[in-house]
């Protein structure tokens, strides 16, 4: 698997040592509604949820055995080295689609420091990904370009918030590999591009799914006013 499936796998590592393969819930539909972990039907409060296996922590224990509090992440991305609230959170930065290009800053020992789980953006090779959304045959490639005869590694990413990765053809009848693409969530209450973890939201219980588990997507739940990670097994 790549280094971004790393992510999608080692997302969870962080907070709850487990990773593709491990302890994981079934994502969410994109764009529906769920009630986040540690809280009940209606309520609007509660424990932070897992993680997405793209990266993303699910939930790190403190000292005194709480959750991460999403909601202390500083609005602005705080510098490095510097004083951080409350050990164990998690906070991402920026606008990238790709979840795993976004800064990840993680309070560690009272300080921020770079959370490398989760922010490890690998380039696409130069010419790989098509101008405009692509469809049909593709050929799979490692994050180097190297040709393989697996899925391939390689994410593309476009405007307005699509993800494509070149899969090969699992049905019967199939041609071969061919490009698969996951287009934002349906819901409007879904950004059309990932949240950022600690960032505002509005309505409690609405989780929202973006690109591929383990390849720079993730999974995201609206909870105490802010989004938080949702666990999503690997491909």
Same mark, same amino acid.
């Given at each position: 698997?790549?280094?971004?499936?790393?992510?999608?796998? %080692?997302?969870?590592?962080?907070?709850? +040592?487990?990773?593709? /393969?491990?302890? #994981? !819930?079934? =994502?969410?539909?994109? *764009?529906?509604?769920?009630?986040?972990?540690?809280?009940?039907?209606?309520? %609007?409060?509660?424990?932070?949820?897992? +993680?997405?296996?793209? /990266?993303?922590? #699910? !939930?790190? =224990?403190?000292?005194? *055995?709480?959750?991460?509090?999403?909601?202390?992440?500083?609005?602005?991305?705080?510098?490095?080295?510097?004083?951080?609230?409350?050990?164990?959170?998690?906070? #991402?930065?920026?606008?990238?689609?790709?979840?795993?290009?976004?800064?990840?800053?993680?309070?560690?020992?009272?300080?921020?420091?770079?959370?490398?789980?989760?922010?490890?953006?690998?380039?696409?090779?130069?010419?790989?990904?098509?101008?405009?959304?692509?469809?049909?045959?593709?050929?799979?490639?490692?994050?180097?370009?190297?040709?393989?005869?697996?899925?391939?590694?390689?994410?593309?990413?476009?405007?307005?918030?699509?993800?494509?990765?070149?899969?090969?053809?699992?049905?019967?009848?199939?041609?071969?590999?061919?490009?698969?693409?996951?287009?934002?969530?349906?819901?409007?209450?879904?950004?059309?591009?990932?949240?950022?973890?600690?960032?505002?939201?509005?309505?409690?219980?609405?989780?929202?799914?973006?690109?591929?588990?383990?390849?720079?997507?993730?999974?995201?739940?609206?909870?105490?006013?802010?989004?938080?990670?949702?666990?999503?097994?690997?491909?």
């Amino acid at each position: 698997m790549s280094s971004t499936t790393r992510i999608a796998g %080692t997302l969870v590592v962080l907070w709850v +040592a487990q990773a593709c /393969g491990g302890t #994981t !819930s079934s =994502p969410p539909e994109r *764009g529906s509604t769920v009630t986040p972990p540690g809280e009940t039907s209606g309520e %609007t409060s509660g424990r932070q949820p897992g +993680a997405p296996e793209s /990266g993303l922590p #699910t !939930s790190a =224990p403190h000292s005194s *055995g709480a959750p991460p509090d999403l909601t202390q992440c500083p609005a602005e991305e705080p510098a490095l080295d510097t004083d951080c609230p409350a050990e164990g959170i998690v906070c #991402t930065y920026g606008d990238g689609v790709r979840v795993d290009c976004r800064h990840a800053r993680r309070c560690t020992s009272s300080t921020w420091v770079v959370d490398d789980n989760v922010e490890d953006c690998h380039p696409v090779p130069a010419a790989y990904c098509p101008a405009s959304i692509p469809e049909g045959p593709c050929t799979p490639v490692t994050w180097d370009g190297q040709a393989i005869d697996s899925s391939g590694q390689a994410v593309c990413d476009y405007a307005g918030g699509t993800t494509c990765v070149c899969n090969l053809c699992r049905t019967e009848g199939c041609g071969g590999p061919a490009w698969e693409c996951a287009t934002p969530p349906a819901n409007p209450q879904c950004p059309p591009v990932a949240p950022n973890l600690g960032q505002p939201c509005t309505t409690s219980g609405v989780a929202c799914k973006y690109g591929f588990p383990c390849q720079g997507g993730g999974n995201f739940v609206c909870k105490t006013g802010v989004w938080y990670p949702l666990p999503s097994a690997c491909f």
